[in-house]
């Protein structure tokens, strides 16, 4: 894909191939998988041994629809999905960084927070991110996830009555079929205690087909439900995902994004803006930039905290309060997500707090109360 007309070959292709498919499995079974397929599209441009090793210990997957978004070689949306020898050449990762197996009393199942759980469910999806936190197990056929494992989370759930807010995450369960997913949200809704559900997923950006009509009057009958979606650069933003989102919107779930900062691909406070104000327009609000996890295989994509903060301080002020997402880093060892914020505050004592606003003034708020 190195010259335009590689491209223009590219991009015909799976226009095409989108255009006479109507089934999202039919679509997701079209997916690049191997190295000898991704080979055939590129022209010759990869090195194949090299991206055979990297897919036999991460596997790729890359459907259609996504792929047909890549412009360039190493564009942000190649980067996100095009598997890279670096992922093996990383000493200081970690397999489970933020220890989600350790805080699982059932398998799949991390109950870290006291009032609050997440609950894997599958570990497939729609497009195998090359920065994954799990890629441990994301995408492994050996580490599917059963229907008796997540019988054990749901009876789990059952008996902690302190639990009050459920998190599906996986992989993706929207890559799960409909009735699958009804049936695990009907079992939660069923119990008494658990008040909210919330879906991660990547589905609305990364194979929006997914997105039905049958979907969404499904899922509308779990409420209150709510979505965090997952974009991390304004390219995703197209018609197609525009539209699942607003389906699902329409059927009255409040859509939230999770963005993860990353090195080559949004690490830039023009981007980052440009693509926080797109969610606005498509009905999704910001809600995390996650500092990349310390995962193994994704230092390559790894960025400094301070670039965080200073993309958060080129937001804040500059557009709408509510393009304005929160910059955590989910600690390393279990400890949670923990707010990173620049700090507005110059100076604080008994009587006065003086603080600097976005443009570098600051002013002074008397305290006498």
Partial sequence: MADQQEKTLLKKSFVKEIENVELWEEFLARSVVNEDQLDKICKGTIDKKKLKEVIDKYPMRINPYYLSLIKSKDDAIWKQAIPDVKELDDPEGLEDPLCEERDSPVPGLTHRYPDRVLFLVCNQCAMYCRFCTRKRKVGDPFKRIT?????????????????????????????LSDNYLEWILKELRAIKHVEIIRIGTRVPCALPHRVTPELCNMLKKYHPLYVNVHFAHPAEITDLSSSACSMLADAGILLSSQTVLLKGVNDDPKVMKDLMQKLLKIRVRPYYIYQADMTKGINHFRAKVEKGMDI????????SGLAVPHFVIDSPGGGGKIPILPNYIVSRDDKKVVLRNYSGKTYTYDEHC
């Fill in 312 to 319: 958060i301080s080129n937001i804040q002020g500059w557009t």
């Fill in 147 to 175: 229907r008796s494992q997540i019988l054990r989370g749901i009876e789990y759930i059952k008996g902690h009555p302190e639990i009050r807010d459920v998190l599906l995450s996986g992989g993706d369960p929207l890559l």
